[in-house]
Nanobody, 123 residues
Framework: QVQLVESGGGLVQAGGSLRLSCVAS????????MGWFRQAPGKEREFVAT????????QYADSVKGRFTISRDNAKNTVYLQMNSLKPEDTAVYYC????????????????WGQGTQVTVSS
């Protein structure tokens, strides 16, 4: 059983930056592809970014390409999401998730989830 705890959310003005962190415990961190998803009020959970266990491969949603960067530190059991040039439409609860598969973009392909952290971008 893997536990995931996100942090780093908050309120930021448009154009600003935030870095989200997700610490994993209770499992072998390097066994998992890690992903970030987000869910805005009234909308379905959507894929943001994912990184393989070795960090050799990443994938991003088109809406965040060039602005967000996913990374991981396996020594710290932590995955990060650096978010730059934030826009009001980035406002959502952000979740990290762990998958035993390779690069995946569907929430159903991730087995473990954190509780989420709120990101609010004001215009």
């Amino acid at each position: 059983q893997v536990q995931l705890v996100e942090s780093g959310g908050g309120l930021v003005q448009a154009g600003g930056s935030l870095r989200l962190s997700c610490v994993a415990s209770g499992g072998t961190f390097t066994a998992y592809t890690m992903g970030w998803f987000r869910q805005a009020p009234g909308k379905e959970r959507e894929f943001v970014a994912t990184v393989t266990w070795s960090a050799s491969t990443t994938q991003y949603a088109d809406s965040v390409k060039g602005r967000f960067t996913i990374s991981r530190d396996n020594a710290k059991n932590t995955v990060y999401l650096q978010m730059n040039s934030l826009k009001p439409e980035d406002t959502a609860v952000y979740y990290c998730a762990a998958s035993l598969y390779g690069i995946r973009v569907l929430p159903t392909q991730y087995r473990y989830w954190g509780q989420g952290t709120q990101v609010t971008v004001s215009s």
